[in-house]
């Protein structure tokens, strides 16, 4: 839930951005702001420029180059810590700073007319927990570790950050990565050798002295070592021991620093996959492909040279005991059917071996030993300032779920599965990782905070001010580069530093936005400054080029005159080693609500529709994860197991990241019992639905009338939809009219003489509707009855033509 907070309250800084430009606010506002709590000094004129700063970040002395006059300003690009409340929750290892003022954003005439105009409806229905003019002061850090996530994530080389060179990090995250890859590769070498390969020799069953790891080499783009290989040799012979040490980088381990070393693994011995003198084949998976673990990262005692023929023998009544040493709360297998799962470390020995064996005759349900949603966390941290005290209680129950305490050097810190929220005093609030919140704890009691250089580049008076240590991320940056060939893109390997300000209060002719890039030299930012020159040219003149529609309208003329002054008015300049990029204030900036109405009008609308698909999309494969587990749908009111009383939403919330709100719920008690009852309140925001206005009700249904996949409250298996899983209807978003609590069981019972009807009040010309093959369509509500019955019923022999 955190996560999607911080995700909503960076969406409100932008929509700030987007919806307030600049207009002079009130003078008070303007002249008199109120203090900063905790600041114990009042805030300058929100007008700031940004002084140019040394390649050290100093600012200049008397003998420095002066810099090429702007636009008008009258505060300098600095404050000290005292005026800046959050200087003392940083740490050493931040590496780009957000800083924003949304109350004073607020009081802007701007903001209430564009409000007036429901043009921030969305933004705010969203953030409900803290609303805009509620915030004095905002800041958002992205630390290292969180950097390291997101360029995990994106498949880049994780560098240690003690020294910024090539040491690789082996996350989780990796690790999952290079499982599904082996799954690919494993599944590859069947469909061509009809067996997977054994664990010492290949698929046909001959003997080679070799790893199956070495025989998935071709598999995993790795021929040319492959071939390096001699198969009529063992794995330590003279000439197959020299190329232990290429090693490729998809068997590396979780703190196996041995080279040449891996902890993957197969399961060998007796009823075991990898047991005989034959490569295993998928007809002997009788218990079924998602129920049987192929390989597993195990722990990095049990590393063994690469090339070493074998596995983990299979001790079924203590599996567990050959896994090693498994670090965490979890350790990653992957399953026959290429799927990758995270078991808990707590996960019985004898579901263990079922799992490990694939032809017991033991059905196990996985479900309970599997941790969903465990990936590490990248979600920036904010600290936040508030006008007046909040209810703790309300923030804590919207940001943080399954939510427990920790006492941290004297401090209490709320948190979950892996967000913390830390109440520094009744005004300010820090929200984000665990970790980080530790780290700035420690920092602030100790009063030895870090105070990062990047701080002396934000222009900290601004209404939005940002920067980011560029420099910090070279070694991320050049795989960047390498991994993108495009012209000029070397020249950001030059980049120390990037700073921007939106003053969006700001008089006419004032600094609406700008960007500051510090560069190592100054013949790098002329480099830099000669290709964004040409880029900014070129968008002026594309610009100029757009096409105007000969129905445009007087108010779309004014606003693309308006727009035009703007990109016209954008300027590039350079000094020293320092690219600037300015955007002043415009003239008639208070119109700009008015005539935006229309295109963000049709904007909004563009986003609901697009929202919605994605949350069909969601179901769409929530519903076949679920059926790869169980080999069966939920029911409309029943589990696949038979455990009856609850909707089918609630059976699907492990497989939307709900795994935590799943678990509090009783299976063997009805919706309405006491206990199940108070988890109403809890409906996710993924069942919220379009002109639903009822708290914890939804109109997104499955169809329980007759001939429908659902009828009969059965739990349906794919094989029932026999006229075609792109012709048949698994879920439908009816009208509004028709929403029912989200947990209670039940779908829509249809006539099959009038489908339309059981549809209820539709808003719109059309409704939403997910197929059997995770197709999303919007269907007109004037569709015919015996159409819609046709999609509905899902094995009348009758075929839809789209």
């Known amino acids: 839930m955190w996560k999607t907070a911080s995700r909503n309250l960076i969406a409100m800084m932008i929509g700030l951005i987007l919806s307030g430009c600049g207009q002079n606010p009130p003078a008070k506002s303007n002249t008199e702001p109120a203090p900063v709590p905790g600041s114990g000094a009042a805030s300058a004129p929100a007008t700031g420029s940004t002084a140019k700063l040394t390649p050290t970040g100093e600012t200049p002395g008397k003998d420095a180059k002066p810099a090429t006059p702007t636009a008008p300003s009258t505060t300098s690009n600095t404050v000290a810590a005292g005026s800046y409340p959050h200087a003392s929750y940083l740490t050493d290892d931040v590496v780009g700073i957000l800083v924003a003022h949304p109350r004073r954003l607020t009081e802007m005439p701007l903001y209430t007319n564009a409000r007036a105009a429901g043009m921030l409806k969305d933004m705010e229905r969203e953030f409900s927990v803290l609303k805009p003019e509620e915030i004095e002061l905002v800041t958002m850090l992205i630390d290292q570790p969180s950097i390291n996530t997101t360029a995990d994530k994106a498949g880049l080389q994780v560098v240690a950050a003690e020294t910024n060179q090539t040491a690789e990090v082996v996350t989780a995250r990796t690790i999952k990565q290079n499982l599904k890859m082996l799954g690919l590769a494993f599944h590859n070498y069947l469909d061509v050798n009809r067996h997977f390969p054994r664990h010492d020799g290949d698929g046909p069953g001959m003997f080679t002295g070799l790893s199956w790891r070495v025989h998935l080499l071709p ?10 290989f001699k198969l009529d040799e063992p794995w330590d012979s003279e000439h197959n021991k020299k190329l232990i040490e290429k090693m490729p980088r998809i068997y590396q381990s979780a703190g196996v620093t041995d080279n040449g070393k891996t902890a993957v693994h197969v399961f060998t011995g007796d009823g075991s996959l990898f047991h005989g003198d034959k490569g295993p084949i998928f007809r ?23 090339t ?121 609030y820090v929200f984000g990782p665990l970790t980080v919140i530790r780290k700035i704890i420690s920092a602030k009691t100790s009063g030895k905070a870090g105070n990062p250089a990047i701080l002396k580049q934000l222009a900290l008076q601004a209404d939005i001010a940002m ?61 830099i400054s000669d290709i964004l020159k040409g880029f900014l040219a070129q968008g002026k003149l594309m610009f100029k080029q ?86 069966k749908f939920p029911g409309a009111g029943s589990s696949a197991d038979g455990k009856k009383g609850l909707s089918w939403r609630v059976h699907l919330l492990p497989y939307l990241d709900q795994a935590n709100l799943y678990n509090q719920f009783k299976m063997d008690e009805p919706w309405d019992s006491p206990h199940n009852k108070a988890l109403i309140d809890q409906m996710p925001d993924i069942f919220k639905s379009e002109g639903v206005t009822e708290p914890n009700k939804t109109s997104y249904h499955v169809f329980t009338g007759p001939g429908s996949l659902f009828a009969d409250d059965r739990a349906p298996g794919i094989n029932m939809v026999t006229d075609g899983t792109s012709n048949t209807i698994l879920a439908v978003e009816a009208g509004p009219d028709t929403a029912e609590i989200w947990t209670k069981p039940g779908g829509l019972d249809f006539d099959p003489k009038d489908p339309v009807k059981g549809l209820g009040k539709v808003v719109g010309d059309t409704f939403l509707i997910l197929l059997c093959d995770g ?28």
């Not at 920067?467 to 390997?493: C, M, R, T, Y």
């Open 284 to 306: 002997e998976i009788t218990d079924g492909s998602s129920n049987t673990i192929l390989a597993v990262a195990a722990g990095s005692d049990t590393a063994e040279i690469w």
């Open 219 to 228: 598999y995993l783009e790795q021929a040319d070592l492959y071939n390096q």
């Open 308 to 428: 070493k023929p074998g596995g983990l023998p299979l001790d079924e009544k203590m599996p567990k005991k050959n896994l090693g040493k498994l670090s965490g709360k979890t350790f990653t297998v992957l399953m026959c059917d290429g799927s990758v799962m995270s078991l808990k470390t707590s996960v019985d020995d004898s579901v263990l071996t079922m799992m490990i064996k694939p032809a017991d005759g033991m059905f196990v349900n996985i479900y309970d030993s599997v941790v969903f949603n465990d990936e590490p966390q990248d979600t920036p941290t904010l600290i936040v300032t508030l006008v007046h005290p909040a209810d703790r209680t309300k923030i804590l129950g919207t940001l943080l779920s399954g939510m427990e305490d920790e006492t941290f050097e004297g401090q209490t810190i709320h948190k979950d599965t892996a967000s913390a929220a830390w109440f520094a005093d009744d005004q300010t």
């Open 546 to 631: 757009i096409p105007v529609p000969p129905t445009q309208t007087a108010g779309e003329k004014e606003l693309l005159k308006f727009a035009q002054g703007v990109v016209d008015s954008a300027a590039l300049s350079q000094t020293d080693n320092q690219v600037q990029l300015l955007v002043p204030v415009p003239a008639g900036i208070e119109k700009l609500p008015e005539l935006m109405k229309p295109a963000f009008d049709q904007a909004r609308a563009a986003a609901e529709a697009t929202k919605r698909r994605n949350t069909m999309k969601q179901f769409g494969l929530a519903f076949h994860n679920y059926h790869d587990v169980w080999l």
């Open 467 to 527: 920067a980011f240590d560029v420099g910090s991320q070279s070694a991320l940056i050049a795989q960047i580069v390498e991994k993108n060939p495009i012209p000029g893109i070397g020249l950001v390997q030059n980049l120390k530093s990037i700073a921007v300000q939106y003053n969006l209060t700001g008089k006419p002719g004032d600094k609406l936005m700008e960007v500051l890039a510090t560069t190592e030299d100054a013949q790098g930012a002329s480099m």
């Open 775 to 802: 197709t999303v369509r919007f269907l007109p509500k004037t569709i015919p009855p015996t159409t819609l019955r046709k999609l509905i019923q899902c094995a009348d022999g009758e075929v839809v033509d789209f």
